[in-house]
């Protein structure tokens, strides 16, 4: 009797144990990790995933929503080596990157990581610089900025995401040298990513800003911040139509910037097929269509192997171009 009843007991153990189990691998968050403070472009990364994931075609049954998670620190740096060290297998987690992020490699600014430490799941949007002050400043026009420049740089201080090669200071620096300003010469404050930028900007702690279209399109809406300049090739649509581009103004640049998510690179192949998958289907609704749209992104869409290739190939431009720059550690 005593040891029908310890059996007993031990299948019911046994059952609840394979019930905690279940119920944990269940639980398990699907998370996707901004690697910058909030308010800025890996932000929105992460929620138009969020909120694409609940579109009906691409949702799975019983699925925990996507939480969004913020680990800050040298402009993505330290969710890189986070994955890349301790972070490995893990399927359910994503991590956004950017166009910086690639010039982040590129430059060396991630250590000693290659293109290859990473599996790169899928490019959703792509963004576009921008230059923007406040809506109180006396600069209306571009020109009206870079004039004031050429007098006295120094006196003008502009906020930018990462330090002197990041992409935000490449386009304000691309616009000077076509001003015959020296971009030597202007007046930096390097911070943590286009959140904590246009917080300094409203704060008054910087009079410029050179970041991204999709960040200020989440900035101007109580009219506080003005944007002087679109760095694409034609007027964006949406929120940020009235905006003139650089090309309007005079000046011939241009910055594009993909935004995407990678995974760890242990993950395995099942998970990883199956996160191209979902993210094709999605890519491929109207309703996303209109979800990135919403967010100030323009579309561009690559997954999987493909993806791989474009960032390779990227990377190894964005590095060429900052050897001649004189850029690479």
Known sequence: MHSAITRIYAIGALSALSASLTLGAQAAPLQ?????????GMALTCKLIQKGLQIPAVAEPQENPLKIS???GGIGAVAWNSIVTQRRAEADTLVAFSGGS???LAQGKYGDADVSNVR?????????????VRNDSPYKTLRDLLDALKKNPSKITIGAAGTVGSQDWLKISMLAKQSRIDPKDLRFVALEGGGEAFTALRAGHVQVVSGDASEATLHTLDGEIRILAILSERRLPGALAAVPT???Q??????PIIRG????PEVSDAAYKRW?????AMMATPEFDRLRAATGLSPFAMSGEKLTVYIKKTVEDYRKQSDQLGLIR
Do not use: Q
């Not at 996707?32 to 800025?40: E, F, I, L, M, S």
């Not at 005079?250 to 910055?255: H, P, Q």
């Not at 998510?261 to 760890?264: H, P, R």
């Not at 191209?276 to 094709?280: K, P, Y």
């Open 32 to 40: 996707c990790v901004a690697p910058a403070k909030p308010g800025g």
């Open 70 to 72: 913020y680990l800050p």
């Open 102 to 104: 690639l010039m982040n």
């Open 120 to 132: 790169w799941v899928a490019a959703i949007g792509v963004d576009y610089g921008m230059i923007a």
């Open 246 to 248: 650089a090309h309007e």
């Open 250 to 255: 005079g000046l011939a640049v241009s910055w």
């Open 261 to 264: 998510v990678y995974v760890g």
């Open 276 to 280: 191209v998958g979902r993210f094709d």
